[in-house]
Structure formats: structure tokens, C-alpha cells
Antibody, heavy 120, light 107 residues
Framework: QVQLVQSGAEVKKPGASVKVSCKAS????????INWVRQATGQGLEWMGW????????DYAQKFQGRVTITRDTSINTAYMELSSLRSEDTAVYYC?????????????WGQGTLVTVSS | DIQMTQSPSSLSASVGDRVTITCRAS??????LNWYLQKPGKAPKLLIY???RLQSGVPSRFSGSGSGTDFTLTISSLQPEDFATYFC?????????FGGGAKVEIK
């Protein structure tokens, strides 16, 4: 069965960087785009960007341009999201999510989420 | 960016009730509209994609309709497991954006 398993919770200081991993199983990793979505406590969902695991092409929300980098390691079917220059407002649960199909941008499988806390 | 506005932001309903949640886009998005359910502490779950297509495994009591700027999610007979928060999402253009959510609570 399709699974996306994310790395564990992180606590970071303001100004630091965090790198969250998302390991895919149960399907061909390079065939479906991976997205990153975050959610602050009690708030809505915010799309950060996506990556084509086949060629590594990415696209990011303007809000995060210059601070976020999405990469992958196809040898271990894992995607990564790195966010730099962290501030308290970046405290949130970060999800990876798979595109439903080729050319689609709805998300049919999600990771369990990774809580990133930014605090001095 | 396309703004997505959901209403109501919360509602109280009873098991067996018919529930309708609306989502309005700030510009026309065709049928590039998706609906998710989220329970506390869990990741969202895809219910409806392309405005009206039921995701595999989702019960038929869920349905979606609409096109352009106005969309509706309907639960024909609310079940105990449906008490959750529902989000719409436009997949028409980057950045992909979500509505603020509609929390369905037990009356």
C-alpha cells in the first residue's frame, strides 16, 4: 500500500534551518509529484511547493522563495524539504503529499506530518 | 493568488442530517476544485477531486458540485465519523491555495 513516512519532530532556534524527510513506499516514487504543505496550530493549510521526483524540477510559492528547497534521493525513494532562516511564525506541522496523478494537483496520499517548533 | 472562501466556518449538526458546505473562489477556476476532510491530529484525506469526482474508497454520501467560482460539498446523511474539518483547495494555478476550513460539530 502507498505510504509516505516523515521524519520526527524538530525544535529549532530562530535563524536556523530544518530539513524534513518523506520516505515513499508502495508505488513508483518517480511517477508522482511530491508537494509540501504546512499547517500552524489551529490554522488552515498552506502550500509551499512541489517537486517532480523524476527530474528534480521544482516550483515554490512566492512566499517561500529563497527560503525553501525541495530535493530528493531516488535511490532511497525519499523527498526532502529544507526551510532556512526560521522564525517563530514557521512553527507548524509540515506535511508531504503526493499528487493524485499525472498533471493533477490534488493530493491523494499524505505523510503523517512533522511538527517543527521554532523557539529561542 | 486565488483566494478561497468557505462558509460556514463552523456548523452544528446531528447524525443523519444533510450538510452542505460552500467554497467560493476569487476568480474562475473551472472545475479545478478539491475537497478534503481532516480530523484532529491527522493529515487531510482527499474526498472529492475535480469538483465532483469521488475519490476511491470514499462513501457515496459525499458529493461535490459546482464550477467557475462557486462550489458545494454535500454530505447526504451525516455519520459519526464525519465530524471533522473540511477544506477546499483550488488546483487551477500556482500557488495552490486552500479555504479556511469548515468545522462540523455534533449538535
Amino acid at each position: 500500500q502507498v505510504q509516505l513516512v516523515q521524519s520526527g519532530a524538530e525544535v529549532k532556534k530562530p535563524g536556523a534551518s530544518v530539513k524534513v524527510s518523506c520516505k515513499a513506499s508502495g508505488y513508483t516514487f518517480t511517477s508522482y509529484d511530491i508537494n509540501w504543505v504546512r499547517q500552524a496550530t489551529g490554522q488552515g493549510l498552506e502550500w509551499m511547493g512541489w517537486m517532480n521526483p523524476n527530474n528534480g524540477n521544482t516550483d515554490y510559492a512566492q512566499k517561500f522563495q529563497g527560503r525553501v528547497t525541495i530535493t530528493r534521493d531516488t535511490s532511497i525513494n525519499t523527498a526532502y524539504m529544507e526551510l532556512s532562516s526560521l522564525r517563530s511564525e514557521d512553527t507548524a506541522v509540515y506535511y508531504c503529499a503526493r499528487n493524485h496523478g499525472s498533471g493533477s494537483t490534488d493530493f491523494d496520499y499524505w505523510g503523517q506530518g512533522t511538527l517543527v517548533t521554532v523557539s529561542s | 493568488d486565488i483566494q478561497m472562501t468557505q462558509s460556514p466556518s463552523s456548523l452544528s449538526a446531528s447524525v443523519g442530517d444533510r450538510v452542505t458546505i460552500t467554497c467560493r473562489a476569487s476568480q474562475s477556476i473551472g472545475t479545478y476544485l478539491n475537497w478534503y476532510l481532516q480530523k484532529p491530529g491527522k493529515a487531510p484525506k482527499l474526498l472529492i477531486y475535480a469538483a465532483s469526482r469521488l475519490q476511491s474508497g470514499v462513501p457515496s454520501r459525499f458529493s461535490g458540485s459546482g464550477s467557475g467560482t462557486d462550489f458545494t460539498l454535500t454530505i447526504s446523511s451525516l455519520q459519526p465519523e464525519d465530524f471533522a474539518t473540511y477544506f477546499c483547495q483550488q488546483s487551477y494555478s500556482i500557488p495552490l491555495t486552500f479555504g479556511g476550513g469548515a468545522k462540523v460539530e455534533i449538535k
